[in-house]
């Protein structure tokens, strides 16, 4: 089965730290793999698209990697803020039967302490 | 543009009960979709459609049904609540392959 994990399920780091989030995921041949963002009572909010061609997306202060052959992503932050407190989740699209859908992981709970 | 919407924000039916869910998107996208996200279980697949008059079956489609009788709507109909259907609803729409834009949710509860 195609599953996608997220580890930890919960970070807490101090404001201005840098810090990585970790998704991995079974099967290396994806088509791509998306980052988002869910506030408290909130809808997802897509972060960064990596296609399965490509090794890294950037926005902002957010960089996202991939390694298809590890079976790895991170989603890298710089310089933390305490608007950055949120559920961070990874979502993999895999191909065949299912390859309309996203798999998601369970998700990283970040708080950003001031 | 006001990108996908959801109605309603949040309903509470009695078991037996049936009700549509209504998800509209002005991004003129292709695919739509519909997920259920519950605590321990992450998000997941209900229905999808890529294209006005198509719908298929996600990972959890059972009591539920959908369609998609123009481009920028997708419904989800729950003919008879069940107490297991409680949970967050969440419509996306994309572009084949692109990326998933989400609607804020529809917060379901069936008692």
């Known amino acids: 089965k195609q599953e996608v994990t997220q580890i930890p399920a919960a970070l807490s780091v101090p404001e201005g730290e840098n810090l990585v989030l970790n998704c991995s995921f079974t099967d290396s041949a994806i088509y791509n793999l998306q980052w988002f963002r869910q506030d408290p009572g909130k809808g997802l909010t897509s972060l960064l698209l990596i296609q399965s061609s490509q090794r890294e997306q950037t926005s902002g202060r957010l960089n996202a990697s991939l390694d298809k052959s590890s079976g790895r992503s991170t989603l890298y932050i710089a310089a933390s803020q305490p608007g950055d407190s949120a559920t961070y989740l990874c979502a993999v699209r895999f191909p065949g039967a299912g390859s309309y859908q996203l798999t998601f992981g369970k998700g990283t709970k970040l708080s950003v302490i001031p | 543009n006001a990108g996908v919407t959801q109605t309603p924000k949040f309903r509470v039916l009695k078991t037996g009960q049936s009700m549509t869910l209504l998800c509209a998107q002005d991004?003129?996208?292709?695919?739509m979709y519909w997920y259920r996200q519950d605590p321990g279980m992450g998000l997941r697949l209900i229905h999808y459609s890529v294209g006005e008059g198509t719908t298929a079956k996600g990972e959890v489609p059972d009591g539920y049904n959908v369609s998609r009788l123009k481009k920028q709507n997708f419904l989800l109909g729950l003919e008879s609540a069940a107490p297991s259907q409680t949970s967050v609803y969440f419509c996306?729409?994309?572009?084949?392959?692109?990326?998933?834009?989400f609607g804020p949710g529809t917060r379901l509860l069936v008692l």
């Open positions: 991004m003129n996208h292709e695919y």
């Open positions: 996306a729409s994309s572009d084949p392959g692109e990326t998933q834009y």
